[in-house]
């Protein structure tokens, strides 16, 4: 149930993924939603904050990669 509530992945792709009858998750999910939700507010928020950090870091990962990438391009001639 979490993780169709936090990845916004289709109640089939997850059961799918997760090997278990769609319909049986389809019946969990709904059951999580009409008790107030299957993700706390708490841990909601708290995965937004992770998302956003994630994708900080995914950018900074793609920059510090094509700095390096520079850098050895650099010794290669600096090296010649």
Request: glycine fraction near 6%; aromatic fraction near 4%; charged fraction near 35%.
């Amino acid at each position: 149930m979490r993780i169709v509530a936090e990845t916004g992945k289709p109640i089939a792709q997850v059961a799918q993924d997760l090997g278990i009858n769609e319909t049986t998750l389809a019946s969990w999910v709904s059951r999580a939603r009409r008790a107030g939700g299957a993700v706390a507010r708490g841990e909601s928020e708290e995965f937004a904050r992770l998302r956003r950090e994630n994708a900080r870091l995914k950018k900074d990962s793609k920059e510090l990669a094509m700095e390096r990438d520079v850098l050895e391009r650099c010794m290669v001639l600096w090296v010649k």
